[in-house]
């Protein structure tokens, strides 16, 4: 658990993980914050129920987002692992929902659940993002499925409906690549393409065991409504066209360039960067959602205002933005690695290769779910 932000959240988040059922877990938390009275917390935690079960610590100097997420891959020793946010919830059940998903599909890299949305206040809620997330761009099925390749990297260009922080990994995976420096509201995405470019599996479920927190106070809303957030996301989604064009994943690069999922949502923020009086906010909104799906002569995105992306370096948002817990043994993960299917800038894949049908039924069984906004 990467942690800054609020405090009664983040012992929320870390009492959840103390209610699992399964006791196969190791939490290791990271706090990137000065908040006072957290060292001593958790000294009584770990006190409690032992350093085998518990870690903690706290950076000397502020490492960021990304930096801390960084920090955090380094700290991992279990061969499964999640980032939980530390303003989400786990239910009781996700340890053993995720790890018994991971020794039935012992080929895929990652799992993710189903997961319910809370706000603020604790309370299931289901936002207008959340709604499309579900009903226009994620996958339709019952049980599990098994999903990769192209059909997949179109699906997440079309609109990201995975959440980060539920998903659990692959150890050996999440590590290799670990998160881009340069990004701060897409690095997850990008880290989930990486693997896919490269030959990878994941599998879906409709197991509900994971409360995603969706408020207003997250970097990547406060980066929204400012218009900062699309310089990133042009740029990173023009940078992937360009890698699926050289894999031969046409539909692939074309959804990319289209990032329609993220156009709408920069045109839905319009009429709030106009009540602000805006103006920076309004312009960049503008040419996101309506301007050029290519780069200008000059290599920036065109219309995209400012390019380039936050660095990793200042005061990270609260836990909306995914964070670590979790993972103990999970039997079937740490698969010795096989070769990536697809031509992939990365090496070895263990997830690569058919990773046999998942239990599914009703209309979206085939590998191609239409794709949902980002974040």
Same mark, same amino acid.
């Given at each position: 658990?990467?942690?800054?932000?609020?405090?009664?959240?983040?012992?929320?988040?870390?009492?959840?993980?103390?209610?699992?059922? @399964?006791?196969?877990?190791?939490?290791?938390?990271?706090?990137?914050?000065?908040?006072?009275?957290?060292?001593?917390?958790?000294?009584?935690?770990?006190?409690?129920?032992?350093?085998?079960?518990?870690?903690?610590?706290?950076?000397?100097?502020?490492?960021?987002?990304?930096?801390?997420?960084?920090?955090?891959?380094?700290?991992?020793?279990?061969?499964?692992?999640?980032?939980?946010?530390?303003?989400?919830?786990?239910?009781?059940?996700?340890?053993?929902?995720?790890?018994?998903?991971?020794? @039935?599909?012992?080929?895929?890299?990652?799992?993710?659940?189903?997961?319910?949305?809370?706000?603020?206040?604790?309370?299931?809620?289901?936002?207008?993002?959340?709604?499309?997330?579900?009903?226009?761009?994620?996958?339709?099925?019952?049980?599990?499925?098994?999903?990769?390749?192209?059909?997949?990297?179109?699906?997440?260009?079309?609109?990201?409906?995975?959440?980060?922080?539920?998903?659990?990994?692959?150890?050996?995976?999440?590590?290799?690549?670990?998160?881009?420096?340069?990004?701060?509201?897409?690095?997850?995405?990008?880290?989930?393409?990486?693997?896919?470019?490269?030959?990878?599996?994941?599998?879906?479920?409709?197991?509900?065991?994971?409360?995603?927190?969706?408020?207003?106070?997250?970097?990547? +809303?406060?980066?929204?409504?400012?218009?900062?957030?699309?310089?990133?996301?042009? @740029?990173?989604?023009? @940078?992937?066209?360009?890698?699926?064009?050289?894999?031969?994943?046409?539909?692939?690069?074309?959804?990319?360039?289209?990032?329609?999922?993220?156009?709408?949502?920069?045109?839905?923020?319009?009429?709030?960067?106009?009540?602000?009086?805006?103006?920076?906010?309004?312009?960049?909104? *503008?040419?996101?959602?309506?301007?050029?799906?290519?780069?200008?002569?000059?290599?920036?995105? *065109?219309?995209?205002?400012?390019?380039?992306?936050?660095? *990793?370096?200042?005061?990270?948002?609260?836990?909306?933005?995914?964070? *670590?817990?979790?993972?103990? +043994?999970?039997?079937? +993960?740490?698969?010795?690695?096989?070769?990536?299917?697809?031509?992939?800038?990365?090496?070895?894949?263990?997830?690569?290769?058919?990773?046999?049908?998942?239990?599914?039924?009703?209309?979206? +069984?085939?590998?191609?779910?239409?794709?949902?906004?980002?974040?």
């Amino acid at each position: 658990m990467p942690y800054y932000g609020d405090v009664a959240m983040m012992q929320e988040a870390v009492r959840s993980v103390l209610a699992q059922r @399964d006791p196969h877990w190791r939490l290791t938390v990271v706090d990137d914050g000065t908040e006072p009275g957290v060292p001593e917390w958790f000294a009584g935690l770990i006190a409690e129920h032992g350093p085998d079960k518990i870690s903690y610590e706290r950076n000397e100097t502020n490492l960021g987002i990304t930096g801390n997420f960084q920090k955090c891959l380094s700290l991992v020793t279990q061969p499964l692992v999640t980032m939980i946010g530390s303003d989400d919830r786990l239910l009781p059940d996700y340890i053993g929902t995720v790890r018994a998903l991971m020794r @039935d599909y012992p080929r895929v890299c990652l799992a993710q659940p189903g997961v319910e949305v809370i706000d603020e206040n604790g309370e299931v809620v289901e936002p207008w993002v959340d709604k499309v997330k579900r009903r226009v761009y994620a996958p339709r099925f019952r049980g599990a499925l098994v999903l990769g390749g192209e059909s997949l990297a179109v699906s997440l260009l079309r609109g990201n409906w995975m959440y980060f922080p539920a998903i659990c990994w692959r150890a050996d995976v999440i590590t290799e690549v670990g998160f881009n420096p340069n990004l701060r509201v897409v690095q997850d995405l990008a880290l989930t393409l990486e693997w896919v470019r490269a030959g990878a599996q994941i599998v879906v479920s409709d197991t509900v065991c994971f409360q995603y927190r969706r408020h207003a106070v997250s970097v990547s +809303s406060e980066r929204a409504h400012s218009g900062a957030r699309f310089a990133e996301e042009r @740029d990173f989604f023009l @940078d992937e066209a360009v890698k699926m064009d050289g894999l031969g994943w046409r539909h692939a690069a074309r959804a990319a360039r289209l990032h329609l999922s993220s156009r709408l949502h920069a045109a839905t923020l319009l009429p709030g960067a106009l009540r602000r009086g805006s103006r920076n906010g309004v312009r960049t909104l *503008a040419a996101y959602a309506f301007g050029p799906t290519r780069r200008g002569a000059g290599g920036s995105a *065109a219309g995209s205002g400012a390019a380039g992306s936050g660095s *990793a370096g200042s005061g990270s948002g609260p836990g909306s933005a995914g964070s *670590a817990s979790s993972a103990g +043994s999970g039997p079937g +993960s740490a698969d010795s690695a096989s070769s990536a299917g697809s031509a992939g800038s990365i090496g070895p894949v263990g997830s690569a290769g058919s990773a046999g049908s998942a239990r599914s039924a009703g209309s979206g +069984s085939s590998a191609t779910p239409t794709r949902g906004p980002a974040r």
